[in-house]
């Protein structure tokens, strides 16, 4: 399941292995039979043979009880799952919306079985090295749905002494009042991947300078030192991006390819827009790294997970919950296995006194 297989396809593996089982007790019939006679020992029976299955649909587990079966087998570890997430801690928070993977989660009304679409995204807070530190499904893209989630990073950041340098947001303004209630000191900067995206996405695809563009426009949060193929130094000031904001404009704001200008209306309206944040100082001093880039190729592998299928919350809150504590394993190089991490749990509380056994501090995640 967790490599982005069906259920119909596990149906289908058991009925096959139904199948198989079935042809070698068959198997083990006749050569028996040819064993007996070879000793002269006749069946006596006139219709004696094997039982066949004549409609050729062997027995398997359907769907529904597939899914109750992994569901109920993520609920056996969930207490791991959460436990391991909660001890993540972040200099830096990325975070993100996306929207196509969960399109499909909800439940068909009892009353008429018309599908109910129970929401519209999943909202996810990485750390600076990848690791989902808190996820949620959420409904729209309204700061108070997911306070919840950064009340909770507060609190465990604060548990741990450890000071949050910088949090990275695609709303970074329109956020800034409702994260600073929560983390006041903290920096709020705008996604650079965004803020590329952007521009870049008023470009046509199909100009020959298509590319030559983005990547200028990507070099203008660069600092001028700063010339290799990947960023190494943190982004500069305001005055140094919007001097390389204005030296793009001057190469290729008139630039124009078989009549037509490069960059269009639309992209002047997306520049306008990144210049408010560039003066804000939302695109300034990130470090190397810091970037929801982490999180698109998350989303890409998300959308692996979620079949095109309808599907039920539970299902959904448990395939996620693995998916997520299988990302944090492999950004930490350890092997991805939940019961594994039920070992050392085990013989931690094993090693300790009942006396001393501290109070484990467990987050909710996914939904709330
Ligand atoms: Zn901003």
Redesign the pocket.
């Known amino acids: 399941m967790d490599e982005g297989l069906a259920f119909e396809q596990i149906e289908r593996l058991l009925e096959l292995q139904y199948r198989d089982a079935f042809s070698i007790m068959e198997l083990k019939f006749w050569r028996d039979y040819r064993l007996r006679s070879s000793q002269g020992i006749q069946e006596n029976a006139d219709n004696f043979c094997f039982p066949s299955f004549s409609n050729h649909v062997f027995p398997h587990p359907s769907n529904d009880i597939l899914i109750d079966l992994y569901v109920a087998g993520f609920k056996l570890q969930e207490d791991c799952f959460a436990q391991a997430m909660s001890r993540l801690l972040a200099r830096w928070m990325s975070c993100d919306h996306t929207f196509k993977s969960v399109a499909n989660i909800g439940y068909k009304r009892p009353s008429d079985g018309k599908w109910i679409k129970l929401y519209n995204s999943v909202f996810c807070i990485l750390n600076e090295k990848g690791e989902v530190l808190q996820w949620q499904f959420t409904r729209s893209e309204n700061f108070n749905e997911v306070s919840a989630m950064f009340s909770d990073l507060r609190r465990r950041l604060q548990c741990q002494n450890t000071l949050l340098e910088g949090i990275i947001i695609d709303n970074?303004?329109k956020w800034k009042e409702g994260l600073t209630r929560f983390f006041p000191e903290t920096p709020i900067k705008?996604d650079l991947f965004h803020a590329v995206q952007r521009f870049v996405k008023t470009l046509s695809k199909r100009n020959p300078y298509h590319r030559a563009v983005s990547r200028d426009y990507g070099l203008i949060f660069r600092d001028p030192k700063d010339h290799g193929e990947r960023r190494t130094m943190p982004t500069p000031e305001p005055s140094v991006i919007l001097h390389n904001l204005d030296q793009f404009l001057s190469k290729w704001k008139d630039f124009t390819h078989e009549g037509k200008q490069i960059i269009t209306a639309k992209g002047e309206k997306a520049i306008k827009n990144i210049k408010n944040?560039i003066l804000?100082g939302?695109l300034s001093n990130i470090p190397v790294g810091c970037c929801t880039s982490v999180q698109e190729r998350l989303h890409r592998e998300m959308k692996k997970i979620l079949t095109s299928n309808r599907i039920g919350s539970e299902l959904a809150y448990s395939k996620f919950s693995r998916f997520f504590f299988k990302n944090n394993a492999k950004k930490s190089g350890k092997i991805w296995s939940p019961i594994m991490e039920e070992v050392s749990d085990a013989k931690s509380n094993a090693m300790q006194n009942s006396s001393e056994a501290k109070p484990k501090y467990v987050e909710t995640f996914g939904i709330r």
């Open positions: 970074c303004c705008l944040h804000k939302c």
